[in-house]
């Protein structure tokens, strides 16, 4: 099965959050209610 590359923006637009958002969960920043973290 070929892998597909999967980008933050696209993370982004199916979680209906910011692309800031997504960087501060992938970095485990704060800033980020749970409930988004679980989203993303």
């Known amino acids: 099965m070929p892998t597909r590359t999967v980008t933050i923006t696209q993370v ?13 969960v992938l970095n485990r ?7 988004t973290r679980r989203t993303v």
């Open 12 to 24: 982004a637009d199916i979680a209906g959050v910011s692309v800031p958002t997504v960087s501060k």
């Open 29 to 35: 920043r704060a800033g980020v209610s749970s409930a």
